[in-house]
């Protein structure tokens, strides 16, 4: 089956690139990686005539550069990053960083950022220090800078927030005006104007300014000023070019808020109460934060409510005298526990958390300014609603019924419609675990379970499953965890709702919503060819797609492994190709008022430098050539694919990484660095890391291989099914006749830390395994706590990646049998152990039981516990010392070089604090 092909781009990609051999290439070493810069932050102009972008190294000063995409003009911007362009293209702004070695040598105060100002035309430079955050007019003629508070900060009067200084600059005249102790600030859409609330130490100012920005700097208008209220969440009307906002009291004896939600008229400038604090529910206020949403259209203002059995109990202080020293009610106040129910919703842990994250949610409301009259969506038994823009309904979901099971079974809810008008509420689908889509205009909702994609019309009242019938399965075919597989993704809805896109595995499929038709987008080529297309969603406000759009693909060749780019005309069918070769490309951003996009393309062995091209992706120009400049002088290593079936008859991929100078004549030490699947990264550019990620350039500068194989998983026994993919993958490799059989490694950290562990004990393939925060003993983390989320681990081996498939009783001889612990005795592999002792993932007590057992044992292994520290190693000194710890002990046991101290004699704990 052919494909369409526009042969021009592709032509042009294959224009030979002249590469010096004059000088001799150097090893990359731990301080090149240190140095080497990752690109980040990439963005272009609206009317895309400058790109902008940082060089942010691993450790050291970043630098941000502006590249004219019609010139040859570039600026260059020390100690910056993430550049802002104004919305009007001619000014761009970034955060101006403090010296990296400041910042390393202060002990207490950190220096703080500040922000760089850059006039594209006239090339002018205005820098601010101590700023917090910055906002342009959509006329980009004024800009609001907000700065730190000063060290002489006055003390907030009962948790009032107090505000900061603001000044507002006018970008053609030059002026600016401070405005003193401001909390928030906005401008409206048409820059017309300026509003902000005031919150000083005295009060006599407080509250809403707005400043009429029609002509130069006037007066601000006290819009809704008083000593005793605090304003907060303001929010722009823009089709009625209102304000709105919450406005409180301050009220002594209550923490509760006495709030109200209020909308100010620009036209005679006086504010409007929309609805009453004494309307709500007598067990339910507005909170003071909120977040408030009106619709496209202007008619329905969506905001919060709280109940107040949601807020925090505080405890009387006790005193005790003589009189209540022996008052049993009274000591037992100052009593500090918690307890566990059996039938509790959640953990006490997940509980905590939980309501750390979610102290401050608030129950979605909506206001018709036709009605005047507001309905409340969301409560307790449906918790969360959405915010739409259609006038009819909204969805919700309810994880109660579901709360007590995602222990161990993960997160389930029930999908519900509601009705914006009435609030009543219809339930649509019971237990299950992907969001649902609402058409823009509330006529269809589609939803996914029981691996189908269903469609209910709330007009009919009917429910329809829509793929149960066809051919290509619209669920993950490769999903293999102890769980319903997920969807592909929903990709979006057609004008008028008469339409919607969904994926299977390669392709984009168009359903029709009334007669629940359908016809393949791309013609099932991505399936014939193994190619995978997913629509570059370049406009994020963007409702819904038209029949005459022409949208962008990114394809990956699922055999060959690359991304290519390619476009689709929705009113033809087929893919039509742009860019294609063995490299990785991937769009980043369209201009929004210019027909430009930015895209990279990267290879194992090629920076992903920045071009430019118009959306058909003709005339393409290369912006940077930063993969020239940093990869030259280094021999930096090619990737090549390898293909094998393991013992099953499962056929693998995945990749080698081969030393620059690679002589298939010689014998090569190799390390095996794997986690489920990585053959889908052998084309992406690999940036030196320092950490607990091998830096593969140091291990090629010293003639290692890297191995990175892809593992298919047999549920309730996922240690030997890595057993099983990983060595037949090397003895694949060692069949091709370049591997030192004696110089074997493989490392992994997490999941693939604790397959490292097992796998040791299973084989003596390996001169040296390190296994960062591995589990090793199923039974013991099954009902451990994950600290990040609270959560205890046990839905991980019942129904997700641990892949155990049951509990602890049912499935018992799987959790022993896949256990490292259970199986030291056999391993003969050395062993390198890592944790940080505030790992917030896996109990970082599993590396010790797994420690404890080798040294029992008298195994070799080392333990390496890095303080403070969580799922690894996040303070640079210590992520240094990890990644060259790593490398000396491969060095050790492969290359078979003299040891370092720790290696041969350990540390001595009470000579080394």
Request: proline share 5%.
């Amino acid at each position: 089956m052919n494909k369409r092909t526009s042969s021009l781009v592709i032509v042009f990609f294959l224009i030979v690139q002249v590469v010096s051999f004059s000088a001799e290439k150097q090893k990359f070493a731990f301080v090149d990686a240190m140095k080497f810069p990752r690109i980040q932050h990439q963005t272009i102009s609206n009317d895309g005539r400058w790109v902008g972008y940082s060089l942010v190294p691993e450790r050291g000063d970043p630098t941000s550069h502006i590249v004219s995409t019609e010139t040859d003009t570039r600026f260059t911007f020390e100690r910056t990053l993430k550049p802002v362009f104004s919305p009007n293209s001619e000014w761009v702004i970034f955060r101006l960083m403090p010296k990296a070695i400041d910042v390393e040598n202060a002990e207490k105060e950190k220096p703080t950022e500040g922000l760089l100002l850059f006039n594209l035309n006239l090339q002018t430079k205005f820098t601010f220090e101590k700023t917090q955050k910055f906002l342009f007019s959509e006329d980009s003629r004024w800009l609001a800078i907000q700065f730190k508070p000063t060290e002489t900060k006055e003390k907030e009067n009962e948790g009032k927030e107090q505000g900061t200084l603001v000044t507002l600059f006018d970008l053609v005249s030059k002026n600016q005006l401070d405005l003193q102790y401001v909390t928030e600030f906005t401008f409206d859409t048409l820059s017309q104007y300026f509003a902000y609330v005031v919150s000083e130490p005295e009060g006599k100012k407080n509250g809403l300014y707005v400043i009429n920005l029609k002509g130069e700097f006037s007066p601000p208008i006290k819009a809704d000023v008083d000593s005793a209220v605090i304003i907060t969440s303001l929010t722009w009307n823009k089709a009625k070019q209102t304000l709105s906002y919450v406005k409180s009291y301050e009220r002594k004896g209550t923490k509760i808020d006495s709030s109200m939600i209020c909308n100010l008229l620009m036209t005679v400038m006086v504010p409007q109460t929309l609805v009453e604090f004494s309307q709500i529910a007598s067990d339910w206020f507005i909170p003071r934060k909120n977040q408030l949403k009106w619709s496209e259209d202007g008619e329905r203002l969506f905001f919060g409510i709280k109940p107040k059995i949601d807020t925090t109990v505080t405890k009387d202080k006790i005193k005790f005298n003589d009189t209540n020293f022996y008052d049993i009610s009274k000591i037992l106040q100052k009593a500090d526990y918690t307890l566990w129910h059996w039938n509790d919703p959640r953990v006490k842990t997940n509980e905590r958390n939980w309501w750390e994250k979610n102290k401050d949610r608030t129950f979605q409301c909506v206001y018709h300014t036709t009605t005047k009259q507001f309905i409340q969506l969301s409560d307790l038994n449906l918790p969360s609603v959405e915010f739409v823009d259609n006038p009819k309904y909204t969805i919700g979901y309810d994880p109660n019924p579901y709360l007590k099971e995602s222990t161990w079974e993960g997160e389930y809810f029930d999908l519900y419609l509601v009705n914006l008008n009435t609030g009543e509420r219809k339930l649509i689908a019971k237990r299950i675990n992907e969001g649902a889509h609402l058409s823009p205009q509330g006529k269809y909702l589609v939803f996914y379970k029981d691996k189908n994609w269903h469609l209910y019309d709330p007009q009919l009242d009917t429910l329809v499953n829509l793929t149960g019938k066809m051919k290509y399965a619209f669920y993950d075919e490769d999903y293999d965890m102890p769980s319903p597989p997920p969807s592909y993704g929903f990709a979006g809805w057609f004008e008028n709702d008469n339409a919607f896109l969904l994926y299977d595995k390669y392709d984009i499929w168009k359903f029709f919503s009334e007669n629940y038709g359908y016809v393949c987008q791309t013609v099932v080529y991505g399936r014939d060819l193994k190619q995978t297309y997913r629509i570059v969603n370049l406009d994020k406000d963007k409702k819904f797609y038209r029949n005459t759009d022409t949208v962008l693909l990114s394809a990956y060749h699922n055999d060959l492994k690359y991304t290519s780019i390619y476009l689709l005309e929705f009113k033809i069918l087929g893919p039509l190709s742009l860019l294609e070769e063995p490299k990785n490309f991937k769009i980043i951003q369209k201009a929004k008022n210019a027909n430009k996009v930015l895209f990279s393309r990267e290879s194992y062995d090629e920076f992903p430098d920045l071009w430019v091209a118009n959306f058909d992706m003709s005339n393409p120009k290369r912006l940077t050539n930063h993969s020239g400049e940093l990869l030259s002088k280094y021999k930096w290593g090619t990737t090549e694919l390898v293909r094998w079936t393991n013992s099953r008859g499962d056929t693998l991929d995945g990749f080698i990484v081969k030393p620059a100078n690679f002589d298939p004549k010689k014998k090569y030490p190799l390390i095996v660095y794997f986690y489920e699947r990585f053959s889908q990264l052998m084309y992406n550019f690999s940036f030196p890391y320092i950490g607990h990620r091998p830096c593969i350039q140091i291990y090629n500068s010293d003639d290692y291989i890297f191995f990175l194989p892809d593992i298919k998983y047999q549920i309730g026994n996922p240690g030997n099914s890595a057993l099983d993919c990983i060595t037949s993958g090397v003895k694949s490799l060692i069949a091709k006749g370049f591997i030192d059989t004696t110089a074997i490694g493989i490392m992994g950290h997490s999941w693939s830390g604790y397959q490292t562990a097992y796998i040791i004990t299973q084989t003596k393939m390996f001169s040296a395994a390190l296994a960062g925060a591995p589990v090793g003993n199923m039974t013991s983390a099954y009902s451990g706590i994950r600290l990040e989320s609270g959560l205890a681990r046990q839905f991980q081996y019942e129904r997700y990646q641990s892949r155990i498939g049951g509990n602890l009783w049912d499935s018992l001889t799987n959790y022993i049998n896949n256990s490292p612990v259970f199986k030291a005795q056999t391993a003969t592999t050395p062993l390198l152990l890592m944790f940080g002792d505030e790992d917030q993932a896996v109990p970082w007590q599993q590396g010790i039981e797994l420690y404890l057992a080798f040294r029992r044992l008298n195994k070799t292994a080392f333990f390496l516990q890095y303080h403070k520290e969580k799922h690894w190693p996040e303070k640079f000194p210590n992520k240094l010392d990890y990644a060259i710890k790593i490398k000396e002990f491969f060095d050790t046991f492969l290359l078979k070089k003299t040891p370092p101290d720790w290696i041969k004699n350990g540390e001595n704990i009470i000579i080394k604090e």
